[in-house]
Structure formats: C-alpha cells, structure tokens
C-alpha cells in the first residue's frame, strides 16, 4: 500500500525567505502525487498536481513542487514567502483504484 | 463550476445524541464523495467514501455511517455520538477514478459536550 511522509511538523520561516517542505511517498509505480494547503478551520485547497511529463510542476500562489523518483520525493518550494502562506501543507498520493492517501501535514508559520 | 456545500458549519451536540452532516456538490454528475476527520493537531482521516448512489466504502470501523441516498448528496450519520467523535469533519468530490484529486467543502467543527 502506498503511504506519504512529511518528515516536518512545524516550520518557521521569515517574510520573504524561501521555502521547501519535505514530502516523501512509498510506492511502487509512478504515483499521482498533490499538494494542498489549508488555512485554519477551512477546508483543504489543491495548490499542484503531478502525473507525468515535466517533473518541476508550477501551482497557484507562486507554488512549485519537483518530483524527483530517485528519491521518492515531491518536495514543496517557493522562493519568497508571504504572511498569507502561513498555513498547514498537505501532501497525498494517488495510485492504482484507491483514495488518496495524505500525509499528516506540516504546518507553516511566517514571521516578520 | 463545481460547487461543494457542507451544513451546518458549527455543531455543539451532547454524548449520546445523534448525528446528521450534510454534503451536496453542483455541477458535476457521478462524483466520487468522501468523508475525512481530522482531530486537533492530526492529518486526516479517511472514514468512508462513495463511487455511486448507494454505494459506500468504509475505511474505520466505528459508530459512524455514511448514506448516499442522491448521485451528489452524501450524508455523515450516528446514532449515538461519543466524545471522542469531536473533531473537524471534511466533505470532498473528486471525478474519474479515486486517485484524482479531490476538492473540499469549508468542514463542519463538531463538538461533543
């Protein structure tokens, strides 16, 4: 069975530092790979998506996420980040005739 | 477009009282519906989901149940609440195949008094 790990918990990054959050996955063909992010007591948003083709995939927000199967990852960026990104990410795979698996989050804050 | 609804947003309800969540999508037909939980400080929780009307997988036993009485209404039921049902409840839709991705409604804060 598939499963997703973001090593991160909790992250801390300044105003307008980059970042990139850790998401792993364990699967045995390409998976389906996403990114959500969710604002507090709201639901889950789609930020990207990745399938196949182009592995550096561009979302919204001025999100990027590069899926690299050497090392089974799908790793989060973005070059400058905003007090509005402060949030919890979500990482999920999708494989074969089953749901979505979703790691368990890691939560951003961002401080002046 | 593509619409989700969930009702009520906010829901007090004491041990032993039942339980009613509501879920509608609009404009788009045959969607797959899913019921998550997500619990203070934890990822979420897949609890059961659907792939057509009457049609309903469950992920975790428990006391709850879900219905999908129409192709874009899916319902979150129990007869007996406990306390550890409190939590935040997520209603999503995806299309195709289950491995798509999935679109979520805002979730309903339930708490058990």
């Known amino acids: 069975a598939q499963s997703v790990t973001q090593p991160d918990i909790h992250i801390t990054v300044s105003e307008g530092a980059s970042l990139e959050l850790r998401c792993n996955y364990s699967?045995?063909?390409?998976?389906?790979l996403f990114w959500y992010v969710q604002s507090p007591g709201q639901g889950l948003q789609l930020l990207l998506k990745?399938?196949?083709?182009?592995?550096l995939v561009q979302g919204i927000k001025g999100f990027e996420a590069e899926f690299k199967r050497s090392q089974s990852s799908f790793n989060l960026r973005k070059p400058s980040v905003h007090w509005s990104d402060a949030a919890e990410y979500f990482c999920?795979?999708?494989?074969?005739?089953?749901?979505?698996?979703f790691g368990k989050g890691t939560r951003l804050s961002v401080i002046a | 477009s593509q619409t989700i609804h969930q009702w009520p947003a906010t829901l007090v309800q004491p041990v032993g009282s039942p339980l009613s969540l509501e879920c509608t999508v609009e404009?788009?037909?045959?969607?797959?519906l899913y019921w998550y939980r997500q619990a203070a400080g934890r990822g979420l929780q897949l609890l059961f989901y659907?792939?057509?009307?009457?049609?309903i997988s469950s992920e975790v036993p428990q006391n709850l149940s879900a219905s999908r009485p129409q192709d874009r209404q899916f319902i979150l039921s129990s007869k007996k609440l406990l306390l550890s049902d409190s939590g935040f409840y997520l209603c999503?839709?995806?299309?195709?195949?289950?491995?798509?991705?999935?679109?979520f409604g805002d979730g309903t804060r339930l708490s058990i008094l």
């Open positions: 999920a795979v999708g494989s074969g005739n089953t749901p979505l698996v």
């Open positions: 999503a839709w995806s299309v195709g195949t289950v491995n798509q991705p999935q679109h």
């Open positions: 990745y399938f196949s083709g182009d592995t």
């Open positions: 699967y045995g063909a390409t998976p389906y």
């Open positions: 404009g788009t037909s045959n969607p797959n």
């Open positions: 659907s792939v057509g009307i009457g049609q």
